[in-house]
């Protein structure tokens, strides 16, 4: 069964900086498609990014973009000028190419400190 | 927003008791899923449904059980809840199909405490 590990709890950012997030995932299959979701505190859960496996390039949408490894497993979430609404959980997710199923890490909580 | 709705929202109760939690859609999605949400365990993957009748395990499926006998509304049942049961449930949608890299559309959650 695939795996997805987020080695970071909690990480805090300065506001305007820019903040990385770790996620490592386990899987023996070639196509397949990783995503970040943002959960503020309102519990909503929030598509951020998604990196389909085939493509090399790294996917952007604005201030956040992804450090995609796939040698390595990992796919790592860059937030770039930090804003106090960035402050959320933020998981990592990743979905078999061969069915819809997500399997999450355990999350990583951003404060944005002021 | 996709229009993805569940009720309750909020609901405490006590073991022993039968629980039932709604998730209804508008967008007419194939395919959705229960999730339970824990500390410590980001959201693990309990039933989904891939079409009218269809149903199928995740992960912590033990203790759960599912219908959907129409595309919009997708039930979750404890039979008999328990503590270890207590969580945020969220239900979410998703087209599916060949694309491939689909969405999935979260629900807002419902938290259950069980006592």
């Known amino acids: 069964a695939q795996t997805v590990t987020q080695s970071q709890p909690e990480m805090s950012v300065q506001e305007a900086e820019t903040v990385t997030l770790s996620c490592t995932y386990d899987?023996?299959?070639?196509?397949?498609?990783l995503f970040w979701y943002k959960q503020p505190p309102s519990r909503q859960m929030i598509l951020v990014i998604r990196?389909?496996?085939?493509?090399?390039q790294n996917a952007t949408e604005n201030r956040f973009s992804v450090n995609f490894q796939k040698a390595a497993k990992s796919f790592s979430l860059k937030i770039s000028d930090s804003q106090l609404g960035d402050a959320a959980m933020y998981f990592c997710?990743?979905?078999?190419?061969?069915?819809?199923?997500?399997?999450f890490g355990t999350g990583t909580r951003l404060t944005i400190i002021p | 927003d996709a229009g993805i709705t569940q009720s309750p929202r909020h609901k405490v109760t006590e073991t022993g008791t039968p629980v039932t939690l709604r998730c209804h859609q508008t967008?007419?999605?194939?395919?959705m899923y229960w999730y339970r949400q824990d500390p410590g365990h980001g959201l693990r993957l309990i039933h989904y449904?891939?079409?009218?009748?269809?149903?199928d395990k995740g992960e912590v499926s033990d203790g759960y059980s599912v219908s959907r006998s129409k595309t919009e509304d997708f039930l979750l049942t404890l039979e008999s809840a328990t503590s270890s049961q207590t969580s945020v449930y969220f239900c979410?949608?998703?087209?599916?199909?060949?694309?491939?890299?689909?969405?999935?559309?979260f629900g807002p959650g419902t938290r259950l405490t069980v006592l």
């Open positions: 979410a949608i998703s087209e599916g199909g060949l694309a491939g890299g689909n969405e999935q559309f």
């Open positions: 899987t023996s299959e070639s196509d397949y498609y």
């Open positions: 990196q389909e496996a085939y493509k090399q």
């Open positions: 997710a990743y979905r078999s190419g061969g069915n819809e199923k997500l399997t």
């Open positions: 967008e007419n999605h194939r395919y």
């Open positions: 449904s891939y079409g009218v009748k269809d149903t």
